[in-house]
């Protein structure tokens, strides 16, 4: 059993539909990251969080440490946002643990 | 904005060649890491380091070696590529513990 748990696995959505992605993971951690990765291969780190809540844009991120479950929630969805969005857990070192990603296509 | 650099977007070799795949980043970042991604599987770490000539194994080191003789470069080495070794390759760097990792744009090997 994979430690990161992403869901779901693709998601095609409508231009300005509210989106949630979920993350689950089974042991406990330091920090949670987002990521983001365009056709092309590039990975962008969006958010790294240890709990509560960040806001960048039309991006949200949320973590509850007690259910090991963070979500990325983005408003107002855009074609753009279409990327693959991959979460991974950092425990108590540098490395990180990643999750399969999530196929994101928004179509206008 | 820092900046991960491979040096190669595509690469083709044939089975037994030694390939070395380079990363460069220009932040005085102390850890790099080589990561390869395979469809279905997500990221895997190969090996990080965290300091000129200091390497640690990640969980797929078999049939790949490292080198980092200065802090800016990491460079991955397939001793002998087969055609499993056939993936993206990403490096990434972050400065410290609790820092957010950068990636360069991934270097896609194919063996032939």
């Known amino acids: 059993k994979n430690e990161v748990e992403q869901s779901p696995q693709n998601l095609t959505a409508q231009e300005g539909e509210f989106i949630t992605i979920n993350c689950s993971y089974s042991?406990?951690?330091?920090?949670l990251h987002w990521l983001q990765q365009h056709p092309g291969g590039g990975i962008v780190s969006l958010f790294m969080?240890?709990?509560g809540k960040k806001k960048h844009g039309r991006l949200i991120a949320t973590i509850n440490i007690q259910e090991k479950h963070s979500s990325l929630h983005i408003t107002a969805s855009h074609p753009r946002d279409s990327a693959v969005y991959i979460c991974?857990?950092?425990?108590?070192?540098?490395?990180?643990?990643f999750g399969k990603g999530m196929k994101l296509t928004v179509n206008p | 904005d820092v900046k991960v650099t491979q040096s190669s977007r595509y690469l083709v070799k044939r089975t037994g060649e030694k390939v070395f795949l380079e990363c460069v980043q220009d932040?005085?970042?102390?850890?790099m890491f080589w990561y390869r991604q395979d469809p279905g599987l997500g990221l895997r770490l190969i090996y990080f380091?965290?300091?000129?000539?200091?390497?640690e194994k990640g969980d797929i080191p078999e049939g790949y070696s490292v080198s980092r003789e200065k802090k800016e470069r990491f460079s991955l080495i397939l001793e002998s590529a087969s055609t499993n070794q056939t993936s993206m390759y990403l490096c990434?760097?972050?400065?410290?513990?609790?820092?957010?990792?950068?990636f360069g744009d991934g270097t896609r090997l194919s063996i032939l």
């Open positions: 991974a857990f950092q425990g108590g070192s540098e490395k990180l643990v």
């Open positions: 380091s965290y300091d000129v000539k200091m390497k």
């Open positions: 932040m005085d970042h102390e850890n």
């Open positions: 042991v406990g951690i330091s920090a």
């Open positions: 969080l240890s709990s």
């Open positions: 990434a760097s972050t400065k410290q513990y609790g820092q957010p990792q950068h």
